[in-house]
């Protein structure tokens, strides 16, 4: 009796040293994001939807008990980014990540922008939804970008 008490006792013990919320947000999920943003220059204002971006993201947890967890993007098409996060119930905060985005500015060509990426999400069941903002420059400094209604959709 004594060892099926100790048992319980230490079973329970374990499950409440643990953080659930990164339990239950660990894992593989499919996400798009989408949106507007804006383009400035010295002279000029541009609206522009940027292209879904759709892929795979993974999210790690190290430590059962940390609220910290790792992102992992992995676009269709495109490059990875790993950034870290804070899961406080269902709320999960983004720490600032870079990014390249290729959008037509004024030209007919694409120009690259390397964007500064932050946002927050909250968990609704199996899936996560993320609202975005993107700040940035393309490469030789003639537009700013801004975005601040992204949304992205982890499912």
């Known amino acids: 009796m004594k060892k099926i008490s100790f048992v319980l006792f230490f079973a329970v013990l374990v499950l ?7 339990w239950f947000m660990e894992g593989e999920y ?9 383009l400035k220059s010295a002279d000029t204002t ?3 939807s940027i292209d879904d971006e759709i892929g795979v993201l993974r999210i790690l947890s190290q430590d059962s008990k940390d609220e910290e967890v790792v992102l992992a993007f992995n676009p269709l098409g495109g490059s990875v980014v790993t950034t870290t996060a804070r899961i ?3 709320k999960i905060e983004l ?3 870079e990014k390249i985005l290729h959008l037509r500015a004024a030209s ?10 932050s946002g927050t999400g909250e968990r609704y ?9 993107y700040k940035g420059k393309n490469s030789d400094g ?14």
Not at 30 to 38: A, L, Q
Not at 125 to 133: A, H, M, N, R
């Open 16 to 22: 409440t040293s643990c953080n659930r919320d990164v």
């Open 30 to 38: 499919s996400y798009k994001i989408s949106g507007r943003v804006e």
């Open 46 to 48: 541009i609206n522009r």
């Open 88 to 90: 406080d119930g269902k």
């Open 95 to 97: 720490q600032n990540f």
């Open 108 to 117: 007919l060509t694409d120009e690259e922008f390397v964007v500064d990426v």
């Open 125 to 133: 069941k199996t899936t996560i939804v993320f609202s975005l903002d």
């Open 142 to 155: 003639t537009f700013s970008l801004e975005g601040n209604d992204l949304r992205m959709v982890a499912y």
